[in-house]
């Protein structure tokens, strides 16, 4: 596709592409590119849709990777993985890593709230997948550069000694350092259950799955790696 007409927008999204790095440039649809990058508070040509079909082309490569590396696991274990990879938690931490944000054009009021940073930063990354996937249809210009991350992360959870109790393992953590249990809430009552994990007033974690045990089990080990990363507890 024809590089954009504007040089320094061109540049600096040649630059994030650098960064990941995109395995060839030649191929990247740079319009759909720049347009991932543009949040809704900014221009009402923004990301929207890319960020929903991003979302799809996210669990594509999860799942073709889990395929890859881990298919003989059991599919609990594999819902654990994939629940915890498509997190919020896990995206921003990819994004954030990429400075993604020197690259989002983004409205002031939006851009002041640090609350609302972890939503748009994921939501922004999905979006830079669903650009990457629609340039050439397949995942090539996406797996290369996201597949190291799955690793890291698919490798740090299964190091947990929790690895298949992960509601055991939170519940243990959270009364020997807050002297209470955490509440599983359900989101959705339908497949795929979609649960939240809270301690009080704080939410630790979300997860889904294809049965309401195996999305507590997916929320609870999403808890426990937002617990490790924050330094509360040691896992």
């Given at each position: 596709m024809p590089p954009l007409s504007d040089p320094r927008r061109q540049g600096a999204l040649t630059e994030l592409l650098q960064l990941l790095p995109v395995p060839t440039?030649?191929?990247?649809?740079?319009?759909?590119?720049?347009?991932?990058?543009?949040?809704?508070?900014?221009?009402?040509?923004?990301?929207?849709e890319l960020e929903f079909f991003g979302d799809s082309a996210l669990r594509?490569?999860?799942?073709?990777?889990?395929?890859?590396?881990?298919?003989?696991?059991?599919?609990?274990?594999?819902?654990?993985?994939r629940s915890t990879i498509v997190s919020d938690d896990t995206l921003y931490r990819i994004?954030?890593?990429?400075?993604?944000?020197?690259?989002?054009?983004?409205?002031?009021?939006?851009?002041?709230?640090p609350k609302a940073q972890k939503t748009i930063l994921a939501d922004a990354l999905e979006a830079v997948l669903g650009a990457l996937y629609f340039s050439t249809e397949d995942l090539s210009l996406i797996q290369p550069w996201l597949d190291p991350h799955l690793r890291r992360v698919a490798t740090h959870v299964l190091s947990l000694p929790?690895?298949?109790?992960?509601?055991?393992?939170?519940?243990?953590?959270t009364q020997r350092l807050y002297k209470c249990l955490p509440e599983y809430r359900t989101l959705n009552q339908n497949p795929p259950f979609q649960v939240?994990?809270?301690?009080?007033?704080?939410?630790?974690?979300?997860?889904?799955?294809?049965?309401?045990?195996?999305?507590?089990?997916?929320?609870?080990?999403?808890?426990?790696?937002?617990?490790?990363?924050?330094?509360?507890?040691?896992?």
């Open positions: 440039m030649a191929a990247v649809n740079w319009q759909l590119l720049d347009r991932a990058l543009i949040h809704p508070s900014f221009s009402a040509i923004n990301n929207d594509m490569a999860v799942t073709c990777f889990l395929w890859r590396h881990y298919g003989d696991r059991r599919v609990g274990e594999l819902t654990a993985l994004a954030h890593g990429y400075a993604l944000d020197r690259y989002l054009l983004v409205g002031a009021a939006v851009r002041d709230d929790a690895m298949g109790n992960y509601k055991a393992k939170l519940q243990e953590c939240e994990v809270w301690l009080g007033n704080r939410l630790l974690g979300q997860g889904e799955g294809s049965n309401l045990k195996s999305a507590q089990q997916s929320a609870a080990a999403i808890a426990l790696q937002n617990l490790e990363a924050a330094g509360s507890t040691q896992t």
